[in-house]
């Protein structure tokens, strides 16, 4: 699962996925597997992205 990792960890996963699924020598089904894993695995990132966003936007600004 993904929650288990950090985002650079699925970031770092991801990247491996895509230069395999690049690569097209890997079988149909296991490609399948692997696309569906770093779909998971951008959703995952994307979230924490968002996350961090909203944190930085909470900080109060200098001068204030």
């Known amino acids: 699962m993904a929650e288990d990792l950090t985002f650079e960890q699925a970031i770092g996963e991801l990247e491996e996925i895509i230069r395999a699924l690049e690569g097209g020598k ?3 089904a296991e490609a399948v597997k ?3 894993r770093g ?6 990132c ?3 992205l968002k996350e961090a966003q909203l944190k930085i936007e909470m900080l109060p600004e200098k001068g204030e």
């Open 39 to 44: 779909t998971e695995l951008k959703k995952f």
């Open 46 to 48: 994307e979230q924490k």
């Open 26 to 28: 890997m079988p149909l």
């Open 34 to 36: 692997a696309f569906e």
